[in-house]
């Protein structure tokens, strides 16, 4: 158990999923926690106990996830009775181990109803016991906090009263315009009337100009109003000033000979100018090869905004992480996401996608023409379908003929978003000295985390 909770506590960093440095030491375990965990237990039981645990525990998550989809049609239906059958056949392992008698229980019995409700009522999209949790905190919790403690249902129900008529009457005064603005919008506004320069406010408006955000201000993981876009990456606004700015710089920077980094570049000028031409650039002569041998800006982060729907997203569906490429994260160590690469649009799933490891975000000019590139490690697939125990795509750093790592230049426009790895930790114990920020760099293979959010669940399949 204590490994378990070593390995938990080694999960790299991701957008939207919880650390646990302690593992599962936990003083109150709430609903919250439940959902965070399940995103990275399964690498950390494999190898503790017996396959069939593991297996009930895909089927159950694969469960979860199909059933929380944002639409679900009729292959998706078939998708849930299947998880639901081997989730049912799986779990007798726990009765024939001893660990229960009989399986009466009444969560585990509701999710037999699902599919009848889905035809029913629709997609759950997200419908959660928590949500009545939040209500409950409303109506009950923070009215008990407010009376006297003494005889306080009277108190209780007198404070939601005038909760639900404040509720009235603001949905009252929007109506008729009272709550447009602020006060010094309006003042702005009356202004404005007198001065047919001003822009401070439209003509005719009671509405002060709002200016969207930058886009440094959105955390990762955020929910973002938008046109709907299947995914879209962007470098950071602001360059690093005391980073590299030539090729040589950030080839030392990087620990990488110089000419190497400079043929990766020259690689990618060659696809860039020639997408037609059907060549390895690598059997491309030299002289054939365009050179860069101008300035660079370096970025320590992109962002990429993509559709998932079936995750908490704004206007259109759309959803935003950053994608983190720095030398000093949070002044403590250094951070090197990991992401998808769009390998082939005419496959589905993970065949058409790789895997890859940014390890430098940077911009260079070239005949007039700006290119925001990415300089990534590519991970190799360790065989041709997923692991048949975690339901995950296996992983490994990917090396050249030399020994030395697979390295390339790419275009962050084949970038579709972030990906999330959990290390294999095999059956042995792994060294308490291993942090979560060591994660990429200690372990040879790795899982394909498709339990990280809904998104990756319906992609990396």
Same mark, same amino acid.
């Given at each position: 158990?204590?490994?378990?909770?070593?390995?938990?506590?080694?999960?790299?960093?991701?957008?939207?999923?919880?650390?646990?440095?302690?593992?599962?030491?936990?003083?109150?375990?709430?609903?919250?926690?439940?959902?965070a965990l399940m995103k990275v237990y399964l690498p950390a039981i494999e190898g503790h106990v017996p396959p069939e645990v593991v297996r009930t525990f895909r089927a159950f998550l694969e469960f979860c996830y199909l059933?929380?989809?944002?639409?679900?049609? !009729?292959?998706?239906?078939?998708?849930?009775?299947?998880?639901?059958?081997?989730?049912?056949?799986?779990?007798?392992?726990?009765?024939?181990?001893?660990?229960?008698?009989?399986?009466?229980?009444?969560?585990?019995?509701?999710?037999?109803?699902?599919?009848?409700?889905?035809?029913?009522?629709?997609?759950?999209?997200?419908?959660?016991?928590?949500?009545?949790?939040?209500?409950?905190?409303?109506?009950?919790?923070?009215?008990?906090?407010?009376?006297?403690?003494? =005889?306080?249902?009277?108190?209780?129900?007198?404070?939601?009263?005038?909760?639900?008529?404040?509720?009235?009457?603001?949905?009252?005064?929007?109506?008729?315009?009272?709550?447009?603005?602020?006060?010094?919008?309006?003042?702005?506004?009356?202004?404005?009337?007198?001065?047919?320069?001003?822009?401070?406010?439209?003509?005719?408006?009671?509405?002060?100009?709002?200016?969207?955000?930058?886009?440094?201000?959105?955390?990762?993981?955020?929910?973002?109003?938008?046109?709907?876009?299947?995914?879209?990456?962007?470098?950071?606004?602001?360059?690093?000033?005391?980073?590299?700015?030539?090729?040589?710089?950030?080839?030392?920077?990087?620990?990488?000979?110089?000419?190497?980094?400079?043929?990766?570049?020259?690689?990618?000028?060659?696809?860039?100018?020639?997408?037609?031409?059907?060549?390895?650039?690598?059997?491309?002569?030299?002289?054939?090869?365009?050179?860069?041998?101008? !300035?660079?800006?370096?970025?320590?982060? =992109?962002?990429?905004?993509?559709?998932?729907?079936?995750?908490?997203?704004?206007?259109?569906?759309?959803?935003?992480?950053?994608?983190?490429?720095?030398?000093?994260?949070?002044?403590?160590?250094?951070?090197?996401?990991?992401?998808?690469?769009?390998?082939?649009?005419?496959?589905?799933?993970?065949?058409?996608?790789?895997?890859?490891?940014?390890?430098?975000?940077?911009?260079?000019?070239?005949?007039?023409?700006?290119?925001?590139?990415?300089?990534?490690?590519?991970?190799?697939?360790?065989?041709?379908?997923?692991?048949?125990?975690?339901?995950?795509?296996?992983?490994?750093?990917?090396?050249?003929?030399?020994?030395?790592?697979?390295?390339?230049?790419?275009?962050?426009?084949?970038?579709?978003?972030?990906?999330?790895?959990?290390?294999?930790?095999?059956?042995?114990?792994?060294?308490?000295?291993?942090?979560?920020?060591?994660?990429?760099?200690?372990?040879?293979?790795?899982?394909?985390?498709?339990?990280?959010?809904?998104?990756?669940?319906?992609?990396?399949?």
């Amino acid at each position: 158990m204590s490994d378990i909770d070593r390995r938990i506590a080694a999960v790299a960093s991701f957008s939207g999923i919880r650390r646990f440095p302690q593992g599962r030491g936990f003083k109150q375990w709430t609903g919250d926690d439940s959902k965070a965990l399940m995103k990275v237990y399964l690498p950390a039981i494999e190898g503790h106990v017996p396959p069939e645990v593991v297996r009930t525990f895909r089927a159950f998550l694969e469960f979860c996830y199909l059933v929380r989809r944002n639409i679900i049609t !009729e292959d998706t239906l078939i998708k849930i009775q299947d998880a639901l059958d081997r989730f049912h056949h799986y779990r007798q392992v726990f009765e024939k181990a001893g660990v229960v008698s009989t399986f009466s229980l009444p969560r585990q019995h509701s999710m037999m109803h699902y599919i009848f409700l889905i035809r029913l009522f629709g997609a759950p999209n997200g419908l959660c016991s928590s949500i009545t949790e939040a209500k409950h905190i409303k109506a009950v919790k923070e009215p008990w906090r407010w009376s006297s403690k003494n =005889a306080p249902l009277g108190q209780m129900l007198l404070s939601n009263q005038r909760i639900d008529k404040l509720a009235a009457s603001r949905v009252d005064f929007t109506a008729r315009g009272m709550l447009d603005g602020t006060c010094l919008s309006n003042v702005l506004t009356h202004l404005s009337d007198n001065d047919p320069n001003a822009d401070t406010a439209e003509s005719g408006s009671n509405h002060a100009v709002v200016r969207p955000r930058p886009q440094e201000d959105f955390d990762a993981g955020e929910v973002i109003d938008g046109p709907t876009t299947l995914a879209d990456v962007q470098l950071a606004k602001t360059p690093q000033a005391k980073r590299a700015h030539t090729v040589p710089d950030l080839a030392k920077e990087m620990a990488i000979p110089p000419s190497y980094l400079q043929r990766l570049i020259r690689w990618f000028l060659f696809t860039q100018l020639h997408p037609d031409d059907p060549r390895n650039p690598e059997d491309v002569p030299s002289a054939l090869c365009p050179r860069h041998e101008g !300035e660079l800006k370096v970025f320590n982060s =992109a962002a990429a905004t993509f559709f998932a729907p079936s995750d908490p997203s704004g206007i259109g569906g759309m959803r935003r992480e950053h994608i983190r490429a720095c030398p000093l994260w949070r002044n403590i160590h250094s951070r090197n996401d990991c992401v998808f690469i769009n390998a082939d649009s005419g496959l589905e799933g993970m065949l058409g996608l790789e895997i890859a490891r940014i390890l430098c975000f940077f911009s260079f000019r070239h005949e007039e023409e700006i290119y925001p590139c990415a300089l990534v490690h590519w991970f190799d697939k360790i065989g041709n379908e997923a692991d048949e125990d975690t339901g995950m795509w296996m992983v490994r750093p990917g090396k050249r003929a030399d020994g030395s790592r697979n390295l390339a230049v790419i275009h962050i426009e084949t970038i579709y978003r972030a990906a999330h790895l959990i290390p294999i930790y095999g059956t042995e114990p792994i060294p308490e000295s291993i942090k979560h920020y060591h994660s990429y760099d200690a372990f040879r293979g790795f899982y394909v985390n498709k339990y990280a959010d809904h998104h990756a669940f319906e992609i990396a399949f």
